[in-house]
């Protein structure tokens, strides 16, 4: 077996963040290949992609047969909910199994199953999402010949594996608004007929190249962006689009806006190019848990809020459950908008919260929600969290609790000692990543913090992201 050979194997089994696990005879005895988005039962042709001496990984091709687990499900299939068809209650035994696998075997916390408190499941397993970002491109993948077209005009999402073909979002995919998917086929038919061209990845010339909606839960509207480059842009009819999408969307139209992009990275943010409103309003009001957040376009905000009052719910309780917090000094690092120290600071009677994240801008929006929720006993930093706890070091041993919620790649070991060197009676560790707290596990054990309980919390059904709630308190 070689880096580029292409294999049909049997997926056997399941391994952390969504790699299934194949075995296969070879002259030097079974050889595990591991292949990322798929099923145990599936029968997939893979291409080998990185080979080691104790295991491959492979890139999946297609799946050659489906697994018996396997549902039908009236949504198109997309690169971004590889599980859709496998039922929720296979998906939580997979998630639920794999992860604390990882406690054990990164954190060496071999007791693991009697800390783990329970599995919270979404509210909703289909469309959750508050977000989505839909590209355009003038390569298109055919999804019934599975050909690749040129001089297409596709809007949807990129084939899985590829960075520069989109398959045509014709049905919705679960996962977003249904009604705002089942619409999308009219934009791009709308946008297609201006004559402009969707953007070509390769040659980085074109006109359209991503469309980025925001949904409110609370009162059902959308803010959406159209990001362009300026190629042709005096060619494009922007109040024509406004007046189309006023006619299609109606009242649930919250907000349109226009970004012009000539960045040639691949990326819809605003602050990569210039940002217009077009009509109604730049942001939408989101509750949760009985407080309201304004949220912008650019807004770090949890993707699925029904699940994540559930987290917050018991994040929260996990800090009162062995302290009385009345009057106490919380800090919430890495805060983002703040949401997490919103609340609270609106449900403990007396208690101080200081939030530092390092983007100003959600920063801005935390103090903004703050005074619109009428929460006074807060105060938040535009800060590193390493730096802003090197610069103030008078927090040491004033801090009685920790919210904790790093990004992805996890907390840096340098900035995670600072934290601990705070002093806290207990840390409430919230990762949208376990692999990387069950790695902190160890480095927060030799510092003194003992892991109590770990709960995990499923917000993104049909994927392989789950995230984890660890409470460590001191010894």
């Known amino acids: 077996m070689k880096r580029g050979d292409e294999l049909e194997v049997l997926i056997e089994d399941y391994a952390f963040g969504g790699k299934g696990i194949a075995r296969v005879e070879t002259e030097n005895g079974h050889q595990i290949i591991f292949v990322p988005n798929t099923i145990p039962g599936q029968k997939v042709l893979t291409r080998i992609a990185k080979k080691r001496r104790k295991y491959a990984e492979g890139k999946l091709l297609k799946v050659v047969a489906k697994s018996p687990d396997e549902v039908a499900v009236p949504y198109q299939p997309i690169s971004g909910a590889p599980f859709i068809n496998l039922p929720v209650a296979k998906q939580r035994e997979y998630k639920e199994e794999s992860t604390l696998a990882q406690y054990r075997k990164i954190g060496g916390v071999f007791n693991i199953a009697e800390l783990f408190d329970t599995y919270i499941a979404s509210p909703e397993d289909f469309n959750y999402r508050n977000k989505m970002e839909y590209s355009f491109s003038s390569i298109r993948q055919d999804l019934e010949t599975g050909e690749e077209v040129d001089d297409a005009f596709a809007l949807g999402f990129k084939t899985r594996g590829t960075w520069w073909k989109v398959e045509n979002l014709d049905q919705p995919d679960g996962l977003f608004d249904a009604e705002f998917e089942t619409k999308l086929k009219e934009i791009r038919n709308f946008l297609q007929n201006t004559g402009l061209p969707a953007w070509h990845p390769p040659k980085k010339i074109g006109f359209f190249r ?112 062995n302290f009385e917090l009345k009057g106490q000094v919380l800090m919430d690092l890495f805060c983002g908008t703040g949401t997490i120290g919103q609340i609270m600071a609106d449900r403990i009677e007396g208690v101080k919260v200081i939030g530092v994240d390092i983007v100003p801008e959600a920063i801005e929006d935390a103090k903004r929600n703050a005074a619109r929720n009428g929460i006074q006993n807060l105060e938040f930093y535009a800060a590193d969290v390493g730096k802003f706890l090197l610069e103030y070091p008078d927090f040491e041993n004033k801090i009685h609790t920790i919210m904790l919620d790093p990004p992805r790649a996890g907390i840096a070991p340098k ?58 308190i001191k010894k």
């Open 415 to 472: 900035t995670l000692r600072k934290v601990m060197r705070l002093n806290a009676k207990q840390i409430v560790y919230i990762s949208c990543n376990p692999a990387t707290q069950a790695r902190d596990t160890k480095d927060l054990e030799e510092f003194g913090y003992e892991l109590k309980k770990l709960t995990l919390v499923d917000q993104f059904p049909h994927t392989s992201h789950i995230e984890a709630i660890g409470l460590f």
């Open 210 to 321: 991503h469309l980025v909606v925001r949904k409110s839960f609370d009162v059902n509207k959308l803010l959406i962006n159209l990001v362009t480059s300026s190629q042709g842009i005096e060619g494009f009819d922007i109040e024509g689009f406004k007046n189309f999408m006023v006619d299609l969307l109606g009242d649930r139209l919250a907000g349109l806006q226009h970004t012009v992009n000539d960045d040639v990275a691949d990326r819809a943010k605003i602050e990569n190019g210039e940002n217009g409103l077009v009509y109604g309003d730049p942001v939408v009001l989101e509750q949760l848990l009985g407080l309201h957040f304004e949220i912008s376009m650019e807004s770090f905000f949890q993707t699925n809020p029904k699940s994540a009052e559930r987290l917050y719910t018991k994040a929260i309780d996990y800090a009162q459950e």
